[in-house]
C-alpha cells in the first residue's frame, strides 16, 4: 500500500514540474435553484480534454496555459462556453439555465461519468425527473423500482424493492444517502423503498468496474445525492395520494449562503382502514366502554442544511429518519360493579397493547473545504442506525371497595423483543487534479459498527394490598462490536486521445471479536475511444464484504437483521470482469451492450429447513458457505434528453450456485441456479412530454421466471428399523434439487399521466397511474394445494391436488394530487 | 359525504388487500413415476427391500403401487450374489446374508421404469466400553382421598452415561435409540410384555430443528426430547467418549387396601429393563434419517427453506442404508 502511494506522489510529481500547467476551479450549480449539479461536464476543445463536477459540483481541470475553449454541458440544461487566454488560475463559477431544446444542451465531449467518453463503464445515471415519472404501484414514485427497470438488475417478488445486481443477493447492495449506507431501504415488506424522491437530487447505479472509492459489498453500489435547497427563495410541494402524502419545502434561510430543504411522507393506511377494523376486529371485543384501535403507517423525513462560508468551504448538515409502525391497543374499563352480598363496589380496567416499529436515522455533517484549486477535500462524520423493536404488553387493575376496606389487584405483563445494527463513521475524502491526464481520488473511512442480535426482555408483575411479585427476564445474545477501516486511491488517467483508465485500489481491514480479516482490492477500468461517440470499455473489479443480512427471500422483514462476519463465517469476495462498446448517437441517444462475468466465494444460503423469522440466535448454525457465479449481456438504449426520455433494456443471464465444501453441502453438492436466476429480462420506459399541460409515461416489463423449490415427486417412506414403527406408511417428497422449478415468465404494463396547470401561485399536477394495466396475473408465489372432495351420493371424500399460483397485484390505478410554487 | 367515505374505503381495501389465486398448468419435467428403494441392511441378516413406485406430486391417486415383478440383482463386493425373491406387497428378499465391512449393491429393474441402482458399506460395530445408569426422583405427587393417602405418582430422570471407543481411521456415523422392555402381572398368574422406544434428550447434540416457528423470537430454547439421536464422530474421532443421556419415566404406586379407590391401576411391573442400541450407521443411512428428521419438524411455508431428503438411488428415489447395532441391557427392576 506505502509503495502504492509512493510511486503515485513521484508519477504526479514529475508531471507536475514537466510543463507549465494552469487550474480552472470551481462549483457548477443550477442558476434557478442554486443546487449544485453532480457529473457536470466540463471540456476544452482544444485540448481534447475534459472533466466532471464531483458530487459536490466542484470541478478542477488543470490545462496547458494558452487559449482555451470550454464547453460547460450538463443533461436538460443549456451548453455555456467560456473562450479565453489562460495565464493564471482562474476560478470560474457556472450557473445552468434549464432547457428542453434539443439544440442548446448538446454534451460536448460526453464528460459524464457513464459516457463514451469516460473510463468507467457499469455504471448508469437515472435523472431523477425520469424516476418521478415512472408508473409505479399506488401511484408512488419509487427510486429502487425506477432502478430495477435498468438491465443487469432484478427485482426480487412482485412489488418489492429488492434488487438483484448481476446474480448477486439482495444483501450485496450498497445503498449510500449521501455518502452514508443506509441498512434496510423498505417500508411496508418491501413494497416501497426509503428514499423519497422529493427529496432527492441524483442517482448513480454502479453494477460493476466499481470505482476504488466504493467497497463493502459485492454486487452494487447505489449512491444517493440528497438535494441542498433553493438558495434564492422558498419553494415547496405538496402531494396527496391514496396511499401517501408528501410535503418538501426548501429555500433559503440566509440569502444565497445557507439553504434548507426538509421533505417528509407518511401513508394513511392505518387511518383509513381504521373504521373497518372496528367493525371486523373489534366486533368481539367492544363493549360500551371498550376501546379498540389498530393499523400499520410509515413516516419518512429528511432534512438538509447547507451552509456556505465561503467559495472554499461548505457545510452540510443531513438527516434521514424514517419508521414503520404497526399497533393494536386495546382499553377497557368496568365500573361500579355492586355486589349485593357483600356490599362491594368493584372497578376494573384492562389494556392491550401491541407495537412493532422499525426504521432507519442516517445523520451525517459534512465540511468541503477546497484546500487549493487542485485539491478538494470532504471531511464527514457520521451516523446512521437501523433498527426493529417490537412489545406485546398487557395490564389490569381491580379495585373493590367494601364497607370498611379496600383491595386491588394489579397484573401486568410485557415481552419486548429488540435488534438493530448502529454504525459511527469518520471519513476524509480527497479530489486532486494535478494534470489534464489525472484526476486522483483518495481517502480513508474508519466505522464502528455495533450489531446488536437481538434481546428478549420479559416482565411480570403482580401485586395486591397484601402481596407483590416481580419477574424480570432478559435473554438473547451480547451486542457485537466491530472496526472497519479502509483506504483507497484511484486515478482517472488519460493516455492520449483514445486511451483512459481508472485505475485503483481499495483496502479494508475489519476487526471483530478477536479475528482480523484484510483485503486488497485492485479495481481497473479502461476506455478505448474509436471516436468522439464510440468507445469500448473493460473492467476488472475485486471487492470484499464483511456484513451478511439474514433474510427471508419471498419479501423485506422487519426483521431482517445484518449480522458480521465471524472466525466461521468468512468474508464475502467476488471478482467481476466486465466489457462493452458505447455509442452515442448524435448526442441524444446513449447505447450501451455490456457482458461480465462475476465469481463469488463465502457466499451465505440457508441450510435446507431453516428459517430466519425471528431471532438470530445461533444463526451460524443455520447457514452454509459456498460459492457462486453469473454472467450475462445487457443491452441499454437511453435517451435522456428532449420531450421524449427513456429507456430500453435487455438482459441475458445466468446465475448459479455451488455448495460443495465438506459438511456445508446443498443440493447434494450440485450446482444450483440462485433463487433470481431469470435468462432474460425486458425493460421499456418511455415518457413523453405532450405539452407543458400533458405528458404521459409508460412502462413494460417481461421477465423469466423465478426459480422456486417443489417436490415433483412423492414416495413411499420405508420402515426404518429400531423404532415404534408409527410412520409404515409415511409419504415423502422427492425434491430432485434446490430451486428446481420455474414459475411462469412476469410481465406488466403500467401507464401514468400528468396534467399540469399553472395556478396563481405555483403549478397543480393531477396524476393518474395505472399499475399493472392489462390485469396480468404475475406469480408471487406457486404452492401445490390439496382439496378434499366428496364423492356425490356416498360419504367418501377423494384427494384433489393441484397447483396454485398466488398473485398479489393485479390492476390497481391510483390518483394524486400535488401543487408545486 | 359518508357514502363516498365508505365506497372508497370498500374499494381501496378491496385493492390493497386483493390477491388472486388460480389453478395453473404445471409446466416442467420429472413428471413420470420413479423406482422407489427402501432397505436397510444389517450384518448377519438377511435382506430385505421394499420396492414400489413414486407418484407425480399432482397425482390424485391414494397410496402408492408395489412393484411386484422387479428385478432385483444383489451384489455383495462387486459379485453377484442372487436375484432377491418377491414375497408380498413389493418386499424382496435375500438369502445371503452380508457381514460388516461388505459393500451392498443393488441393480434394480421394472418394466416401464428406469433401471435404477445403490451401493451401501456395512458399517464396523460400535465400541462400548461402559454402560451406567442413575435414577433421580424429581417428583412425588400423592394422591389424596379425603384425609387419606392412598398412593402417589413418581416422576424421575433416568440418566445414561455410555462409553464409546471411536475408529479414528474413518469417519463414523452412530445411531442412538433407547427402548423399554418390561413384563406386566396381568392377573391370574399371567404376564405380558410391553416394548416402546422412549424418547430422550442427548446431551451437547443438537435438540432442536434449524426451522423456527413464525416470530420465534425466543430461539431455541425449548429442548425437545427424541426417539433417536443420529450423530457423527466430529466431537471425538478417534477418542473415548462418553455418551450422557436422560429419559423420563414414572411409576404409580397404591397403599395396598386402596386399589378400588384409585383411579389408575398400579404399576404391576414384574420386570423392566431399557435395551441402549448405539449402532454404526453407513454416511447414506445418516444423511437420509436426518434430513428426514427434519423434513418431519420443520413447519413447511414460505418462510422456511423446504428440506431434500437424502436419496442414494440412481436415477430413482429412496434409500439403501445399512447399520450395524450394539445393545446394552440394563435392568431397572
Same mark, same amino acid.
Given at each position: 500500500m506505502k509503495k502504492v502511494l509512493i510511486f503515485l506522489i513521484c508519477t504526479l510529481s514529475i508531471i507536475q514540474i514537466s510543463a507549465q500547467y494552469y487550474t480552472i476551479s470551481g462549483y457548477i450549480t443550477d442558476e434557478k435553484s442554486g443546487e449544485t449539479l453532480i457529473n457536470a461536464s466540463i471540456y476544452d476543445i482544444n485540448s481534447r480534454k475534459g472533466t466532471v463536477a464531483n458530487v459536490y459540483g466542484f470541478y478542477s481541470l488543470t490545462l496547458p496555459k494558452g487559449q482555451i475553449d470550454l464547453q460547460y454541458s450538463y443533461v436538460g440544461y443549456a451548453t455555456q462556453a467560456r473562450k479565453f487566454n489562460l495565464q493564471k488560475d482562474t476560478v470560474i463559477n457556472i450557473r445552468f439555465k434549464p432547457s428542453i431544446d434539443l439544440q442548446e444542451i448538446t454534451v460536448i465531449g460526453h464528460q459524464r461519468i457513464t459516457g463514451v467518453q469516460s473510463a468507467q463503464m457499469s455504471a448508469v445515471e437515472v435523472p431523477i425527473s425520469q424516476i418521478k415519472s415512472v408508473p409505479t404501484l399506488f401511484g408512488e414514485?419509487?427510486?429502487?423500482?425506477?432502478? !430495477?427497470?435498468?438491465?443487469?438488475?432484478?427485482?426480487?417478488?412482485?412489488?418489492?424493492?429488492?434488487?438483484?445486481?448481476?446474480?448477486?443477493?439482495?444483501? !450485496?447492495?450498497?445503498?449510500?444517502?449521501?455518502?452514508?449506507?443506509?441498512? =434496510?431501504?423498505?417500508?411496508?415488506?418491501?413494497?416501497?423503498?426509503?428514499?423519497?424522491?422529493?427529496?432527492?437530487?441524483n442517482v448513480t447505479l454502479y453494477k460493476g468496474s466499481f470505482p476504488a472509492r466504493f467497497g463493502g459489498r459485492l454486487s452494487s453500489v447505489i449512491d444517493v445525492r440528497m438535494n441542498d435547497g433553493n438558495d434564492k427563495k422558498i419553494h415547496g410541494n405538496v402531494s396527496i395520494g391514496i396511499v401517501s402524502s408528501k410535503i418538501n419545502i426548501e429555500g433559503p434561510i440566509i440569502k444565497e449562503k445557507t439553504t434548507f430543504n426538509i421533505s417528509a411522507r407518511r401513508t394513511y393506511s392505518d387511518l383509513l382502514m381504521q373504521p373497518i377494523i372496528m367493525?371486523?376486529?373489534?366486533?368481539?371485543?367492544?363493549?360500551?366502554?371498550?376501546?379498540?384501535?389498530?393499523?400499520?403507517?410509515?413516516?419518512?423525513? =429528511?432534512?438538509?442544511?447547507?451552509?456556505?462560508?465561503? =467559495? =472554499?468551504?461548505?457545510?452540510?448538515?443531513?438527516?434521514?429518519?424514517?419508521?414503520?409502525?404497526?399497533?393494536?391497543?386495546?382499553?377497557?374499563?368496568?365500573?361500579?360493579?355492586?355486589?349485593?352480598?357483600?356490599?362491594?363496589?368493584?372497578?376494573?380496567?384492562?389494556?392491550?397493547?401491541?407495537?412493532?416499529?422499525?426504521?432507519?436515522? %442516517?445523520?451525517?455533517?459534512?465540511?468541503?473545504?477546497?484546500?487549493?484549486?487542485?485539491?478538494?477535500?470532504?471531511?464527514?462524520?457520521?451516523?446512521?442506525?437501523?433498527?426493529?423493536?417490537?412489545? %406485546?404488553?398487557?395490564?389490569?387493575?381491580?379495585?373493590?371497595?367494601?364497607?370498611?376496606? +379496600?383491595?386491588?389487584?394489579?397484573?401486568?405483563?410485557?415481552?419486548?423483543?429488540?435488534?438493530?445494527? /448502529?454504525?459511527? +463513521?469518520?471519513?476524509?475524502?480527497?479530489?486532486?487534479?494535478? @494534470?489534464?491526464? @489525472?484526476?486522483?481520488?483518495?481517502?480513508?473511512?474508519?466505522?464502528?459498527?455495533?450489531?446488536?442480535?437481538? %434481546?428478549?426482555?420479559?416482565?411480570?408483575?403482580?401485586? +395486591?394490598?397484601? !402481596?407483590? !411479585?416481580?419477574?424480570?427476564?432478559?435473554?438473547?445474545?451480547?451486542?457485537?462490536?466491530?472496526? /472497519? +477501516?479502509?483506504?483507497?486511491?484511484?486515478?482517472?488517467?488519460?493516455?492520449?486521445?483514445?486511451?483512459k483508465a481508472n485505475l485503483g485500489v481499495h483496502y479494508s481491514f475489519f476487526n471483530v471479536e478477536k479475528e482480523i480479516y484484510h483485503s486488497l482490492q485492485p479495481r481497473v477500468s479502461m476506455r478505448m475511444l474509436a471516436n468522439d461517440n464510440l468507445s469500448f470499455k473493460a473492467g476488472y473489479a475485486g471487492m470484499s464484504q464483511n456484513v451478511h443480512l439474514l433474510s427471508n427471500s419471498y419479501v423485506s422483514l422487519p426483521t431482517d437483521l445484518w449480522v458480521p462476519v465471524t472466525k466461521r463465517i468468512k468474508p464475502m469476495r467476488s471478482h467481476q470482469y466486465s466489457v462493452g462498446a458505447f455509442y452515442n448517437l448524435k448526442d441524444i441517444v446513449d447505447l450501451s451492450i455490456e457482458g461480465y462475468y462475476k465469481s463469488m466465494h463465502n457466499l451465505i444460503e440457508y441450510k435446507d429447513g431453516a428459517s430466519f423469522l425471528g431471532s438470530s440466535t445461533g444463526w451460524e448454525d443455520k447457514v452454509v458457505m459456498g460459492d457462486g457465479w453469473a454472467y450475462g449481456i445487457e443491452l441499454l438504449a437511453q435517451k435522456s434528453i428532449g420531450k421524449t426520455t427513456g429507456w430500453i433494456g435487455y438482459t441475458w443471464s445466468k446465475a448459479e450456485r455451488l455448495f460443495n465444501r465438506p459438511g456445508q453441502e446443498l443440493n447434494y453438492g450440485k450446482v444450483f441456479p440462485a433463487k433470481y436466476d431469470r435468462r432474460h429480462d425486458v425493460s421499456l420506459v418511455l415518457s413523453h412530454k405532450f405539452s407543458d399541460r400533458f405528458d404521459l409515461s409508460g412502462t413494460w416489463v417481461f421477465s423469466t421466471g423465478n426459480t422456486g423449490t417443489l417436490a415433483l415427486q412423492h414416495y413411499a417412506a420405508g420402515t426404518t428399523p429400531d423404532t415404534n414403527n408409527n410412520n409404515v406408511s409415511d409419504e415423502l417428497n422427492y425434491i430432485s434439487g434446490r430451486n428446481n422449478f420455474r414459475f411462469n415468465p412476469y410481465h406488466r404494463m403500467d401507464i401514468g399521466m400528468n396534467f399540469h396547470k399553472k395556478k396563481k401561485y405555483g403549478t397543480r399536477t393531477w396524476n393518474i397511474s395505472i399499475y399493472n394495466a392489462y390485469n396480468n396475473n404475475n406469480p408471487f408465489l406457486v404452492l401445490p394445494k390439496e382439496d378434499k372432495e366428496q364423492i356425490p351420493g356416498t360419504n367418501n371424500y377423494v384427494t384433489k391436488k393441484s397447483l396454485i399460483q398466488i398473485s398479489v397485484f393485479p390492476i390497481i390505478p391510483s390518483v394524486s394530487y400535488s401543487y408545486k410554487w | 359525504m359518508k357514502t363516498l367515505h365508505n365506497f372508497l374505503i370498500a374499494v381501496l381495501s378491496t385493492l390493497i388487500f386483493y390477491s388472486c389465486v388460480k389453478v395453473i398448468e404445471f409446466n416442467g419435467e420429472q413428471t413420470e413415476p420413479m423406482i422407489v428403494v427402501n432397505s436397510f441392511v444389517t450384518p448377519d441378516s438377511l435382506i430385505y427391500a421394499q420396492i414400489s413406485k413414486s407418484k407425480f406430486f399432482l397425482s390424485n391417486k391414494t397410496g402408492f403401487d408395489y412393484i411386484n415383478n422387479a428385478d432385483v440383482s444383489l451384489y455383495i463386493n462387486n459379485i453377484f450374489k442372487e436375484k432377491l425373491a418377491f414375497t408380498t406387497d413389493g418386499l424382496y428378499t435375500s438369502t445371503q446374508k452380508p457381514g460388516i465391512g461388505d459393500t451392498i449393491r443393488f441393480y434394480i429393474t421394472a418394466t416401464g421404469l428406469d433401471d435404477v441402482e445403490s451401493v451401501s458399506i456395512v458399517p464396523d460395530q460400535p465400541v462400548i466400553l461402559s454402560a451406567d445408569t442413575t435414577f433421580k426422583i424429581s417428583y412425588t405427587n400423592y394422591q389424596m382421598d379425603g384425609e387419606d393417602t392412598i398412593g402417589y405418582y413418581q416422576g424421575g430422570e433416568l440418566s445414561f452415561k455410555i462409553k464409546l471407543k471411536d475408529e479414528s481411521s474413518l469417519q463414523n456415523y452412530y445411531r442412538l435409540t433407547l427402548k423399554k422392555h418390561a413384563v406386566i402381572d396381568a392377573g391370574e398368574s399371567t404376564t405380558y410384555e410391553d416394548e416402546f422406544y422412549l424418547p430422550f434428550i442427548l446431551e451437547g447434540f443438537e435438540n432442536t430443528n434449524t426451522g423456527g416457528g413464525l416470530f420465534d423470537f425466543f430461539g431455541n430454547m425449548i429442548v425437545d426430547s427424541k426417539n433417536q439421536y443420529m450423530i457423527t464422530d466430529e466431537l471425538f474421532n478417534g477418542k473415548e467418549f462418553v455418551l450422557r443421556f436422560t429419559a423420563f419415566t414414572s411409576k404409580r404406586v397404591i397403599k395396598p387396601g386402596y386399589e378400588d379407590r384409585f383411579y389408575y391401576s398400579s404399576d404391576n411391573i414384574v420386570s423392566e429393563e431399557y435395551i441402549v442400541n448405539l449402532q454404526g450407521i453407513s454416511k447414506d443411512m445418516y444423511l437420509y434419517l436426518k434430513s428426514k428428521e427434519m423434513a418431519e419438524g420443520i413447519m413447511n411455508g414460505v418462510f422456511t427453506e423446504p428440506v431434500q431428503i437424502y436419496n442414494n438411488i440412481s436415477n430413482g428415489i429412496g434409500i439403501l442404508g445399512s447399520y450395524t447395532s450394539n445393545r446394552v441391557v440394563i435392568k431397572t427392576r
Open positions: 414514485a419509487d427510486l429502487v423500482k425506477a432502478l !430495477q427497470l435498468l438491465p443487469g438488475v432484478q427485482s426480487g417478488s412482485e412489488g418489492s424493492t429488492g434488487m438483484y445486481v448481476r446474480g448477486g443477493g439482495p444483501d !450485496q447492495n450498497l445503498f449510500l444517502l449521501d455518502g452514508i449506507p443506509v441498512y =434496510n431501504v423498505n417500508h411496508m415488506a418491501g413494497f416501497f423503498s426509503v428514499f423519497n424522491p422529493d427529496a432527492i437530487k367493525l371486523g376486529m373489534a366486533k368481539d371485543f367492544q363493549d360500551e366502554e371498550g376501546n379498540l384501535t389498530s393499523g400499520y403507517y410509515f413516516y419518512d423525513l =429528511n432534512a438538509k442544511i447547507n451552509h456556505k462560508f465561503s =467559495n =472554499n468551504d461548505r457545510l452540510y448538515l443531513s438527516l434521514y429518519m424514517g419508521d414503520d409502525i404497526i399497533y393494536t391497543n386495546y382499553r377497557n374499563r368496568y365500573s361500579n360493579i355492586y355486589d349485593e352480598k357483600d356490599r362491594s363496589r368493584e372497578e376494573s380496567s384492562e389494556r392491550m397493547k401491541l407495537k412493532w416499529n422499525w426504521g432507519n436515522i %442516517v445523520t451525517s455533517v459534512r465540511w468541503n473545504h477546497m484546500i487549493n484549486n487542485k485539491l478538494f477535500m470532504n471531511a464527514t462524520a457520521a451516523y446512521t442506525r437501523y433498527r426493529f423493536d417490537m412489545g %406485546v404488553g398487557s395490564e389490569s387493575k381491580s379495585t373493590t371497595t367494601y364497607p370498611d376496606s +379496600t383491595s386491588f389487584e394489579f397484573s401486568e405483563f410485557y415481552i419486548g423483543y429488540k435488534s438493530g445494527i /448502529e454504525d459511527y +463513521t469518520l471519513k476524509a475524502d480527497f479530489d486532486y487534479a494535478p @494534470h489534464p491526464n @489525472h484526476d486522483v481520488k483518495f481517502g480513508a473511512n474508519y466505522t464502528n459498527h455495533t450489531f446488536r442480535p437481538g %434481546v428478549t426482555v420479559s416482565k411480570l408483575t403482580y401485586k +395486591t394490598n397484601i !402481596q407483590s !411479585q416481580q419477574l424480570n427476564i432478559n435473554i438473547g445474545d451480547k451486542n457485537i462490536y466491530s472496526h /472497519e +477501516t479502509m483506504f483507497f486511491a484511484e486515478d482517472n488517467i488519460s493516455i492520449g486521445y483514445a486511451l | -
